[in-house]
């Protein structure tokens, strides 16, 4: 797993929320754990609890958790995953590389969502954080899985690639494409 905090600037309350997130890199399976104006240790280490029971008994699946050396990040954070068997691995600082698939993300959610959306406030983001993860997680096709998304809503159909429907996400910011049967 790889997880990150990114920052979204709100236009009419001016304020700068933070989103944290945890990244399943194998699947590419993302988790929005939550928004916040002021993140901290106790906020943060709260939320990879609620991930790990979450989670459940897939969490023995995970062997590494990559994070940076931010200071929402505590030994209390660090601590959740070793009970659970998880390794946390920080980063060398000033390398945001070594956290490439959190950033690959983090750039993916910019330029498809947050950079083409005025955000008004921090409920108006989770919302649309929301749509969007779903988006992520069962429409958008990933290239590391051979354009199929992490978990498919529907079956994948192998129809003829003549005939093709659009579904709009997001008020039409989004389109999903599929293969309309024949």
Same mark, same amino acid.
């Given at each position: 797993?790889?997880?990150?905090f990114?920052?979204?600037?709100?236009?009419?309350t001016?304020?700068?929320v933070?989103v944290?997130f945890v990244?399943?890199v194998?699947?590419?399976?993302?988790?929005?754990?939550?928004?916040?104006?002021h993140p901290?240790?106790?906020?943060t280490?709260q939320?990879?609890?609620?991930?790990?029971?979450?989670?459940?008994?897939?969490?023995d699946?995970?062997?590494f958790?990559?994070?940076?050396?931010a200071?929402q990040?505590?030994a209390?954070f660090d601590?959740?995953? %070793?009970? @659970?068997g998880?390794?946390?691995? $920080?980063?060398? !600082?000033?390398c945001?590389?070594a956290?490439?698939?959190? =950033?690959?993300?983090?750039?993916?959610?910019?330029?498809?969502?947050?950079?083409r959306?005025l955000?008004i406030?921090?409920?108006?983001l989770r919302?649309v954080?929301?749509?969007?993860?779903?988006h992520?997680?069962?429409?958008r096709?990933?290239r590391?899985?051979?354009?199929?998304?992490?978990r498919?809503?529907?079956?994948? %159909?192998? @129809?003829?690639?003549?005939?093709? $429907?659009?579904h !709009?996400?997001?008020?039409g910011?989004?389109n999903?494409? =599929?293969?309309?049967?024949?």
């Amino acid at each position: 797993m790889a997880c990150d905090f990114f920052h979204v600037d709100c236009a009419v309350t001016l304020k700068r929320v933070y989103v944290f997130f945890v990244l399943e890199v194998a699947t590419r399976y993302v988790h929005i754990l939550g928004t916040t104006t002021h993140p901290d240790g106790p906020r943060t280490t709260q939320q990879a609890r609620t991930l790990l029971m979450d989670l459940d008994d897939r969490a023995d699946d995970f062997r590494f958790l990559v994070r940076d050396r931010a200071g929402q990040f505590t030994a209390s954070f660090d601590a959740v995953f %070793a009970s @659970a068997g998880v390794k946390v691995v $920080r980063i060398p !600082p000033g390398c945001p590389r070594a956290n490439c698939y959190a =950033e690959r993300f983090i750039g993916t959610v910019r330029s498809e969502l947050t950079d083409r959306l005025l955000i008004i406030g921090e409920h108006h983001l989770r919302i649309v954080l929301e749509r969007y993860a779903t988006h992520y997680n069962t429409r958008r096709p990933h290239r590391a899985l051979h354009l199929t998304p992490p978990r498919p809503d529907h079956p994948i %159909a192998h @129809a003829s690639p003549t005939r093709i $429907r659009r579904h !709009p996400t997001l008020g039409g910011l989004i389109n999903e494409y =599929e293969f309309a049967a024949a």
